[in-house]
């Protein structure tokens, strides 16, 4: 690895959480400076130049639009600076795949854009904090990360952030990709990528919102009525996105509700509260103005959608295209 000039973007999170014992259950999350992280990461030896920002210092249920758009101003400037190699995002696990989405459809792809976090605060046994961020480092000083889009380290795995998405509640394996697995493998010693760049020279694919639109999303289950579509719509909301059972099915009710809000301009996004696999296309998609969310699960298709509307992409043909793509 060489001497790469990183940026690192700090937010907070369980990487930079503390227990104040080894063996306690409970933590609380943000409570590390980036600077004092840093300063420990130093300690390894590894050779990068690393700066530090800290942009926020909470739990990531906490994040939301404003600190997105300082994220992303700070990446943008970062992309530019000619001085700067990559960037790595300090992030709590519990909305990192939702960060890393909206940054990877809003940034270009010319420099490594990475996400990490950790299961295990700081002080506990087991922190896997440090040996995420030296993994990351690896991933960022790498001129070849280039081309891939906004990546999320976690537990020797390098996962596309159009993939990635927590699937464990606890465990230095709560992350997997879908549908494709690893892009790469790392260590703090070694990186191996396991697809070529898939994303060469692109430019940002959508303008970063200038406010995010209501989208709710909808989950569905035995029994429900129409109602819980109607309140939505009451509330005014600009697209749903239905976290639907099985392959984004609901029941007939909640389906003709949904429907009657596709006619009224309500984007409606079909998706699935299953943990993994594919909602595609059927044949009353067409009638009642639905999009099938593909390989995206609810929170990523919220994001998604949320982005499209700031951009003027409401048309369920055009959305589903935005769904489609790789």
Known sequence: MRDASILVLATGGTIA????????RDYRPGQI?????LASFAELGLPARLTGR??????SANIGPEIWRELHSGIDAAIADPRCDGIIITHGTDTAEETAFLLDLTLPTAKPVVLVGAMRPADAVGSDGLRNFANAVQVAADPDAGGRGVLLVMGDQVLAARDARKARTSGSN???GFPRGAVALATPASLDWLQPPWRLGEAARYAFPTEFSEVPILHAYAGQGADSVTRLVEAGAKGIVLAGLGEGNAPDAVRAALADAAAAGIVVVRAT???EGLVDREPADDSNGFVAARALGPAKARILLQVLIANGITEPQLVQQAFNRR
């Open 17 to 24: 959480g503390q227990a104040g014992s080894a063996t306690r």
């Open 54 to 59: 800290q942009v926020a210092n909470i739990d």
């Open 33 to 37: 400076d980036i600077a004092d992280f």
């Open 174 to 176: 709560a992350f997997e």
């Open 273 to 275: 509260r299953v943990d």
